[in-house]
């Protein structure tokens, strides 16, 4: 036999074994025999699955992933354990087994839409992550002093004048409202989000509270500063690092959501507040998370927020998306993205912003 001759079947046989292999890239959801749901997003490259896991108890990387036409395999640990789960691809569907404390349970999976969430209600509350004490102690920042006008290397994305920089998460033009040389949530259009992408950066931002805000906790004037929000990049609903925005003047919340917070997870070293009607100002460092070129963390994002001439997070490291309910995780490598504000929804009066320009480092 001619070496062309082996080639040629050699690439016959390759060319057959390709087209008998499974798609299973995407999105899967499912259900195991007990009702508990499950839901997969996965990428192949050669043999390597990688992916995220999406669970009722909580949502994470997926490890030791293998694919082999059409059968895969792959672990996922949470809290300690490590969970072993195995599948075969059956013409539309997945079936998948997973072994936990030698109990055996199995699910059949179906695609969904690269374009829809998963919809999976937690067993977790939000409550489970909300931390009341130590309080931080309440010093007064001082008077605000004025607007601090942005260097000659800045991006300025806004300067007074209108939300060119900004965009709704639909891609249409931002619809909150121009008041000034400041704009207010309009509450019920959603987030905004920057046209723009960033990486590292200094940040700084100026929010005010209404005088005659009302509410208590978080139902007042609350926000959020989503310093990288890859919920729309990844395809991964609220996944953001974001620090808190709300009236934490004499109002009395989980520290850990209160304003300065890195929201559930750090609270803030001082509530450096100014009374409501009074312009409050963060300037942010932010050093984006690093991954190894095979999609694991390298190193974690950190964050240091100065609020009101006050440091009340100093170079934190932030320990995944800042979830509102469920454990933070890092669910998939990823480059520069949008800085986002909050159109949170509570029933208080909405919130202001203005003088936002940040330097990239």
């Given at each position: 036999m001619t070496k062309k001759l082996v080639l040629l079947i050699a690439v016959i046989l390759f060319s057959v074994a390709v087209s008998m292999a499974a798609d299973i890239n995407g999105k899967w959801l499912g259900k195991f025999t007990d009702g508990v749901q499950i839901g997969l997003q996965l990428k192949t490259e050669v043999k390597k699955l990688t992916g995220t896991i999406y669970t009722q108890d909580g949502d994470g990387p997926i490890s030791n992933g293998k694919f082999t036409a059409t059968t895969f395999s792959f672990t996922y640990s949470m809290n300690g354990v490590t969970i072993p789960y195995a599948g075969t691809m059956?013409?539309?569907?997945?079936?998948?087994?997973?072994t936990d404390k030698g109990k055996e349970l199995k699910a059949t999976l179906s695609r969904i839409p690269d374009s829809e969430w998963f919809h999976i209600k937690a067993r977790m509350r939000p409550g489970m992550t909300e931390f009341w004490e130590p309080v931080p102690k309440v010093i007064d920042p001082g008077p605000y002093l004025g607007m601090v006008p942005p260097p000659s290397d800045a991006v300025v994305l806004f300067d007074g004048k209108d939300l060119s920089k900004w965009k709704s998460r639909d891609g249409s033009e931002a619809k909150w409202k121009m008041e000034g040389d400041a704009f207010t949530v309009v509450k019920g259009t959603g987030d905004i989000t920057t046209k723009q992408k960033f990486g590292d950066y200094q940040l700084h931002i100026e929010w005010k509270v209404p005088a005659d805000i009302q509410g208590q906790s978080q139902a007042r004037g609350n926000s959020g500063i989503f310093l990288q929000d890859l919920s729309d990049d990844l395809k991964v609903e609220g996944y953001w690092y974001e620090v808190q925005v709300m009236d934490s003047y004499k109002n009395a919340t989980y520290v850990n959501g209160q304003a300065g917070s890195i929201y559930?997870?750090?609270?803030?070293?001082?509530n450096a507040m100014r009374k409501p009607g009074e312009w409050n100002v963060y300037d942010i460092t932010y050093t984006a998370p690093r991954f190894k070129e095979d999609g694991t963390?390298?190193?974690?994002?950190?964050?240091?927020?100065?609020?009101?001439?006050?440091?009340?997070?100093?170079?934190?490291?932030?320990?995944?998306?800042?979830?509102?309910?469920?454990?933070?995780?890092?669910?998939?490598?990823?480059?520069?993205?949008?800085?986002s504000l909050q159109d949170h929804g509570d029933p208080s009066k909405a919130i202001s912003y203005r003088n936002i320009w940040l330097r990239e480092l």
């Open positions: 059956t013409g539309d569907n997945m079936e998948l087994t997973m559930k997870q750090n609270a803030p070293l001082a963390l390298f190193s974690p994002a950190r964050v240091s927020v100065i609020h009101n001439g006050v440091v009340v997070q100093n170079n934190f490291s932030i320990r995944g998306h800042t979830a509102y309910i469920g454990h933070p995780y890092y669910f998939a490598p990823h480059g520069k993205a949008p800085i």
